[in-house]
């Protein structure tokens, strides 16, 4: 295990209890002995189970460059900023129909979309306080199960082994989202809670490549550690696609990943990168070309259909149809090095 390599500014109420998590004695999927207390305690981070949004004109708390991240169901299209995720780390949302978590880590920067129908009953997520590779670990509050997010499994309690389903999220620049969903609803600062949103609550943690709050299992240096990266997992295969693969503008890049065929689109300087299966429900296997210069519509096909960025078929023979989305998601690098030792990188 690696120590922690700089200490440096750290937040108060997340000051490491340097060792092994004594809560839940049921058997753990993950080495017991690398799961940390954060400090918070559960619920210290509180979740929003509320949450409130605003048009986009309406938004005054963010900057061009802030990240944030989007789901789309139907026509209903929600961005979630980091700025507010930061201090919460989950939203349990709801919309057509559809009951759903954004589940974001601020130390490993990643987002995901779970779903919180489970067996049936639905259910929101919380943050348990625990962390597994400097990780956030949510709890389901219908079982109090602990689920580890970039496992992508629950590894305690009585839901252990079970898979999360999984839900499409997209991650921008606020620059980039106001332009390309103009219509969408952005959750709002008016949370309920007191936080000084706007303000990044870990110093130089995001960029500083040897900073570290909590010890992870693996170092891989292939990358700078707080490089932004999308990963695809399958059938416990991982690749990465950094976002040196799509400097040149929008770019489109067909490979394989666990022997499913997937393409991957992305615009560097729009500052997003995302994947599908290239195998449609029918059995088709598409290949696709980048379609520069159509707003939200990022890709065609050789069947004439035109993609957008969340995957739906917006023209062609298969208008209305959606793409088979993958287990993929944007990460730290360092994270994906972290819980995937054999990932291999796109070049």
Not at 54 to 80: A, P, Q, R
Not at 212 to 232: H, T
Not at 263 to 285: I, K, P, Q, Y
Request: aromatic content about 14%.
């Amino acid at each position: 295990m690696n120590i922690i390599k700089n200490t440096g500014f750290f937040f108060l109420l997340l000051i490491p209890l340097l060792f092994s998590c004594e809560e839940g004695e049921s058997e753990w999927l993950v080495p017991r002995d690398e799961v940390f207390d954060g400090g918070p305690g559960k619920d210290g981070i509180p979740a929003i189970d509320e949450p409130a949004f605003l048009d986009v004109s309406d938004v005054n708390f963010l900057d061009d460059t802030d990240l944030i991240v989007g789901f789309k169901s139907g026509n209903e299209i929600k961005g979630y900023p980091h700025d507010i995720l930061d201090w919460h780390e989950i939203v349990n949302d709801k919309t057509n129909n559809i009951a759903y978590s954004v589940v974001y880590c601020p130390l490993t920067g990643s987002a995901t979309g779970w779903d919180r129908v489970i067996n049936g009953k639905e259910t929101t997520f919380g943050v348990s306080g625990l962390l597994y590779n400097t990780n956030i670990i949510p709890y389901d509050r219908e079982t109090d199960s602990n689920w580890s997010q970039m496992e992508l499994k629950c590894v305690n309690g009585k839901l252990s082994g079970s898979d999360p389903g999984n839900y499409l999220l997209i991650e921008t620049s606020w620059k980039s989202w106001k332009e390309l969903f103009p219509n969408s609803q952005v959750l709002s600062a008016n949370t309920g809670f007191n936080r000084r949103y706007g303000q990044y609550p870990y110093g130089s943690y995001r960029t500083d490549n040897d900073l570290f709050f909590f010890p992870i299992s693996n170092r891989d240096d292939r990358l700078p550690a707080k490089d932004r990266v999308y990963g695809i997992v399958v059938n416990d295969k991982s690749k990465a696609f950094p976002f040196t693969n799509f400097f040149s503008g929008l770019s489109v890049v067909e490979d394989e990943v666990g022997g499913l065929p997937v393409v991957v689109v992305g615009d560097a300087e729009r500052n997003f990168v995302v994947g599908f299966e290239r195998m449609t429900a029918d059995g088709s296997l598409l290949n696709f070309s980048a379609l520069n210069g159509e707003g939200t519509n990022v890709m065609t096909d050789n069947e004439g259909n035109t993609w957008d960025l969340f995957g739906y078929a917006t023209s062609g023979p298969r208008a209305g149809e959606r793409l088979p989305i993958v287990r993929g998601f944007i990460a730290y690098w360092f994270a994906w090095g972290t819980f995937f030792p054999d990932i291999e990188i796109r070049n």
